[in-house]
């Protein structure tokens, strides 16, 4: 594994690291850091690295591993650099023969991603997007209950993400997760819809296994001399019927990582809360709330791929980490099984893809154009 951004003080980097290899299987080996090259190099010596693996930038990281054999060259990159890198690193990337492990939102606008979809079409390699929130067990377990029919026909989807850490001007403060954030220039056409409500928008999708078609959407910018939104709002069309609402914030004052999605069907309900992710609750119609409780027997019999997903007995709590390890273990399972020519089976290919990028940029194209439009109502591009 090698790796693009997640220097000196960077958030996601850090938890790349940290999960990609918490089942023993990955090698961490090197990368190009940081925008600055001396702190590239001073993250690649805090992380004890060999110096010669640790680059001043992608394009170095790039020729230098290609000098080096089979084997030792790395297998795959993660990029998780602010949002503007995304595409031209990956594309890069993908062109010479690395697998690609890429941040959320994939791209900066729809060209760019339909274009990745084709380039990874073409070179064949393998590319995960990281929507973190897909790798939790009760969530997988949430997608299983909907697709065995266990609510039946969905209706309905709220799901929302709201936190509060951007209320005040903070980017003013020079603080570098904030700053790039609202930069239209490195976070796209949308602030708080581009960094989270992408993965409500993911998240729906995946538990229920439909397609939003059309959204009635109002963006805001709270916070004095923000250029992009720090708060949306929506009305959700979905392909089977379905309505829905989707909300998310950045400016929800006392809101830390607030995701929670409801899903309603003709015969029951389902709701998941992030912050509380060992427990789903079922709602059978016309029956009392049970609560799922993760790596319980009844959970891991009922859905494999929830089973898959866990490490710890039940009780001991699997939360941020594990659920982006759970990415990383069907990426990197897909990976080798490509090296291997062997065909991975659908419990190894449930990982986020570039199909699942293109549908977020689709969302935040979709979500844009309603919010500046009069007549609010906005269809979903092909
Ligand atoms: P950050 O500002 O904390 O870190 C970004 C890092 O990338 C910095 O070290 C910066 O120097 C480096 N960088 C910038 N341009 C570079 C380049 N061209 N080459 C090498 N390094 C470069 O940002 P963050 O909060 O870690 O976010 C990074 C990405 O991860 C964003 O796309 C964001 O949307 C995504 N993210 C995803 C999640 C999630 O839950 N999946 C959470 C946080 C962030």
Request: charged fraction near 25%; charge should be positive; glycine fraction near 10%.
């Amino acid at each position: 594994m090698g790796m693009v951004g997640g220097g000196p003080g960077a958030f996601i980097g850090e938890v790349h690291r940290k999960a990609a290899r918490m089942d023993g299987q990955v090698e961490f080996v090197g990368g190009a850091f940081d925008i600055n090259p001396r702190k590239s190099k001073q993250m690649g010596k805090e992380l004890n690295l060999n110096p010669k693996r640790v680059y001043k930038d992608y394009k170095e990281m790039i020729v230098k591993e290609l000098q080096l054999p089979d084997g030792e060259r790395m297998d795959f990159v993660t990029v998780c650099t602010p949002n503007n890198w995304h595409f031209s690193i990956a594309k890069d990337l993908l062109d010479v023969g690395f697998h690609v492990m890429c941040e959320k939102p994939m791209t900066l606008t729809t060209k760019e991603a339909r274009e990745l979809v084709k380039i990874v079409k073409k070179t064949r390699r393998v590319f995960g997007l990281m929507h973190n929130y897909t790798g939790y067990p009760m969530v997988k377990l949430a997608r299983d209950m909907v697709n065995n029919g266990e609510i039946g026909k969905v209706r309905k989807i709220v799901v929302q993400y709201p936190q509060g850490w951007l209320a005040t001007a903070l980017e003013k403060t020079g603080q570098q997760q904030a700053s790039w954030r609202t930069d239209p220039k490195q976070s796209g056409a949308s602030g708080c819809g581009g960094d989270i409500g992408t993965h409500a928008e993911n998240l729906a999708e995946y538990i229920t296994g439909l397609k939003m078609t059309h959204l009635c959407a109002e963006l805001t910018a709270f916070v004095k001399g923000r250029k992009l939104d720090d708060d949306a709002n929506c009305l959700v069309k979905y392909n089977n019927g379905a309505r829905g609402v989707l909300h998310a914030s950045q400016v929800s004052v006392g809101e830390e990582n607030n995701l929670a999605i409801w899903v309603y069907g003709e015969k029951g309900g389902l709701e998941w809360h992030q912050e509380h992710p060992n427990y789903l609750s079922v709602k059978p119609i016309g029956q009392p709330t049970q609560v799922w409780k993760r790596g319980n027997d009844y959970v891991t019999s009922y859905s494999q791929a929830a089973g898959r997903a866990t490490r710890l007995p039940s009780g001991h709590p699997e939360a941020f980490f594990e659920a982006m390890a759970n990415i990383y273990l069907n990426f990197t399972d897909t990976v080798k099984a490509r090296m291997m020519r062997v065909k991975p089976d659908s419990l190894v290919l449930d990982f986020p893809d570039v199909h699942d990028g293109l549908r977020g940029m689709l969302f935040l194209e979709t979500l844009v154009t309603s919010a500046k439009s009069k007549q609010k109502w906005t269809k979903f591009k092909k």
